[in-house]
């Protein structure tokens, strides 16, 4: 995400979600910090998106919810986002806007150019802003794939044409930055996939992104060569084929569809199943045939998946685990790592230096990727001759002020995250991720400890109840020995006069706490409760 500021008026580009790593124990998604977008609401003129991945629309339905303003999109990225919006109960509220590659709009004092670009997902662009400051190019997701799927070139015209007017400034994606050459074209997967499917005996189970429409095409073509039955499977890729369908960016003969329920009523060699659930997510389709738990699809030796994705960064135990279960199934499945049924949507170096070389900008900046990208991304412009005080290393929050012809960052903002657990979004405090880390890793003690309200004395034995928690030795002993230093301790509160509930509970957690670690090494989450009767 992304806010470009001028004249008082705000354009943002771009509002993604990214997804939590292990130690986010029970977080769903990570969102952006609107924070300082919403307290400059009436400024915010519209949102532009640069293409429908999750990583740059995600976080819309979130931020639209509290900042309703027009959104700007290809005709495919605003069909996904309506998606989103009607799950969110949003689509009525929103004013989605179409935009088309090579049509300048005017928006608040913002002149925006849309200049289509090559991706792993069709409809993709990169934009060029230009005010009386000067003119800012932004690629969005790219690479310089020479024949396409949709025969959708990048538009490396407009970039040189941009070059030649002059570009202040470039902000260009970094993904690949430490890759060398050039990324491997789209229609090198379709050959992979047909020697699959040549080689294929039973049934094939293709998994892909649900937005990678250009590998969905490719499934179906390779699966129409072969005179296969194609049904579809999974939430997010029935919806998303439906609306590429309607929309016209996705061919599917109706004659070759068939519902789940119909795929016993041909041979196996006859029936392709696309679905979603390449990164091993826990509900997916994928994972549920993996584990035998899909009510209408139940692998059998002979079948053939195809997970034609790269795992996301931090999915990628998911994704060996649901591989793992799929070979126990005895099927064959075939995957990046022993066969190439994927290829990057991101440019790789030659491409980066191709953009850098065609834009010839005054300064550079490196965006979309991990550090260590736009470290490479920024050497590979200074290998380039550009100099490097004119290349701006920015990070969350930075705020880059360009003026006088000068480009520099002056401030930083609060830009951190924001997490959404369940229905619940906002900041998730330290302590509540440190208990999940514990309950995860050594469980749970729940003392319940009566006590005379009066004096303190205790009325009844504490009930101790331990959930999650491992001890390889005598539990029943174990226990025992818990229960009788709650006792213990309840006494000495009572002889002490202590009559204070919460300085009880601070006694009891206090000493089972030292006691657990002594003689289990665990620091299993303690939860004391002093019931006064």
């Known amino acids: ?158 970039f040189g044409e941009l070059g030649a007017q002059g570009v202040l400034m470039l902000l260009s994606d970094s993904t690949n930055a430490e890759v060398e050459g050039v990324t491997g074209p789209e229609k090198s997967v379709g050959k992979t996939l047909e020697q699959t499917f040549r080689q294929a005996q039973g049934r094939i189970i293709a998994a892909s992104f649900a937005s990678h429409i250009h590998r969905i095409q490719q499934i179906v073509d390779v699966s129409k060569r072969h005179r296969r039955k194609l049904a579809i499977v999974g939430r997010s890729m029935v919806r998303n084929a439906q609306m590429a369908r309607e929309l016209g960016y996705l061919n599917i003969p109706e004659e070759m569809l068939i519902s789940l329920g119909e795929i016993d009523n041909f041979k196996p060699s006859k029936i392709v199943i696309l679905s979603s659930g390449s990164q091993g997510e826990p509900l997916s389709a994928l994972t549920r045939m993996a584990f035998g738990d899909h009510k209408k699809v139940k692998l059998e030796p002979g079948d053939t998946v195809i997970l034609s994705a790269r795992p996301v960064p931090g999915n990628e135990v998911s994704v060996h685990t649901v591989i793992n279960r799929l070979f126990k199934q005895g099927v064959r499945v075939v995957y990046e790592s022993v066969a190439p049924v994927h290829v990057s949507g991101h440019a790789a170096r030659e491409e980066l230096k191709m953009i850098i070389n065609l834009t010839q900008p005054k300064f550079f900046m ?117 229960s009788a230093l709650v006792k213990e301790t309840m006494k000495d509160g009572a002889t002490l006069a202590i009559t204070d509930p919460g300085l009880l509970q601070e006694h009891i957690h206090s000493r089972l706490a030292k006691f657990l670690y002594k003689k289990t090494k665990k620091r299993p989450l303690i939860m004391v409760i002093v019931v006064e009767v």
């Open 366 to 482: 490196p965006i979309h990727g991990e550090y260590r990208h736009l470290y490479f991304h920024a050497e590979l412009a200074e290998e380039m001759g550009m100099d490097r005080k004119r290349i701006v290393m920015a990070s969350n929050g930075d705020v880059i002020q360009a003026s006088d012809g000068k480009v520099k960052i002056v401030d930083k903002i609060d830009a951190g995250m924001t997490f959404v657990d369940g229905l619940d979004v906002g900041d998730i405090q330290d302590v509540t991720l440190r208990d999940r880390q514990k309950l995860s890793r050594d469980g749970t003690f729940i003392v319940v400890a009566p006590v005379r309200e009066q004096d303190g004395s205790v009325v009844a034995p504490p009930d101790i109840t331990a959930k999650g928690f491992v001890y390889m030795g005598n539990r029943r002993e174990l226990m025992k020995e818990v």
């Open 1 to 158: 995400m992304m806010v470009m500021e001028y004249e008082g008026r705000i354009l943002v580009i771009d509002a993604g979600l990214s997804f939590p790593k292990d130690e986010l124990l029970g977080i769903d998604l990570i969102i952006p910090d609107f924070s300082y977008i919403r307290d400059r609401a009436d400024m915010v003129e519209a949102v532009l998106l640069t293409h429908g991945h999750e990583d740059h629309v995600g976080a819309l339905p979130f931020f639209l919810r509290e900042i309703n303003v027009p959104v700007y999109g290809t005709r495919l990225t605003l069909g996904l986002v309506k998606n989103k919006l009607e799950e969110h109960g949003l689509a009525d509220r929103v004013d989605l806007r179409e935009i088309v590659a090579d049509e300048p709009k005017q928006i608040g004092p913002f002149h925006c150019d849309f200049i289509s670009v090559t991706h792993s997902i069709p409809d993709g662009v990169a934009l060029a802003i230009t005010t009386s400051v000067g003119t800012v190019v932004h690629t969005g997701d790219f690479k310089l794939d020479p024949n396409p799927i949709d025969k959708r070139r990048t538009n490396m015209g407009k």
